[in-house]
């Protein structure tokens, strides 16, 4: 399927084309000035774009968010890869996620410095790469708020020993391993603690199959006790690899409950 942008602007949101350097970002903003937006760092999938979530940024944006969405290396403006060819998931995945999360740390020191941001008030989302991609970003920044996982996931581990017993993934180096726990959210449990996690997930994923959060919530479940409002599972039932409108009015009733 030939994926085309959204051409209709809407009359509420202000849109602008940064670079922060080198990585071409997309900000929305709700139409008037202020000091300061709580602010939504959005993560797009694989083989997409900031470009293909025009829609996603402005329906985000006219309930009062800023919203940053960065093209991830070989997506988009960043020397971009034919990604239907045979092979390309396997050799670009891994370097895809670890870079976007390494380079969150320059997109989130120039969001605080340079861009309208309400205080300690900045959450990360994203859908399927960019969902494994913001679970990464969340252990490695604590200061963020709050997380939005749509159709990813925060149990990296698991995910690479399902797709290696299935013959999709190669073994990985020693160091490649070393990289991939040093962000993986299963790993860092106590970086998590207290901190609001939202899980959104199709319960007929084939892209990513929803096992993987499953078994992810439940160990979130033994140290969010005393806090069990801090944390959801949104499961769809029949939902393929797809956001529904239902999975996006959750994700936007989170964010005003927890941002």
């Known amino acids: 399927m030939n994926r085309t942008t959204f051409n ?3 009359e509420f949101v202000n849109a602008m084309r940064i670079e922060i350097e080198g990585i071409p970002c997309m900000v929305y903003r709700p139409i008037g000035e202020k000091k300061g937006y709580p602010t939504v760092i959005y993560y797009h999938g694989w083989s997409s774009c900031k470009d293909f979530q025009v829609f996603k940024g402005e329906v985000l944006a006219s309930y009062g968010y800023q919203v940053i969405m960065p093209d991830a290396i070989h997506h988009g403006e960043r020397e971009p890869i034919d990604h239907q060819q045979e092979g390309m998931l396997e050799k670009y995945f891994r370097k895809v996620l670890l870079q976007s999360v390494e380079e969150s740390e320059i997109i989130l020191r ?3 410095k340079e861009l309208a941001v309400e205080k300690n008030r900045i959450a990360v989302m994203g859908h399927s790469m960019g969902g494994f991609i913001s679970s990464g970003v969340f252990v490695k920044d604590q200061d963020l708020k709050t997380v939005i ?11 690479e020993d399902e797709m290696r017993e ?3 993934e190669d073994d990985l180096t020693p160091k490649e391993e070393e990289r991939l726990r040093q962000f993986d959210p299963y790993h860092h449990l106590d970086a998590l603690k207290g901190r609001p996690v939202c899980l959104i997930h199709g319960e007929k994923d084939s892209a990513v199959p929803i096992e993987g959060q499953e078994e992810f919530y439940h160990k979130l479940e033994e140290i969010y006790r005393e806090n069990p ?3 959801r599972f949104f499961k769809v ?3 393929d690899h797809y956001i529904s409108t239902g999975m996006f009015e959750e994700s936007i009733s989170w ?4 941002l």
């Open 229 to 231: 409002e801090k944390i």
């Open 149 to 159: 996982v749509l159709n990813g996931s925060s149990a990296w581990s698991i995910v």
């Open 8 to 10: 209709q602007k809407s």
């Open 166 to 168: 299935t013959g999709t």
């Open 255 to 258: 964010l005003k409950n927890h």
């Open 237 to 239: 039932p029949r939902m």
């Open 110 to 112: 120039y969001v605080r």
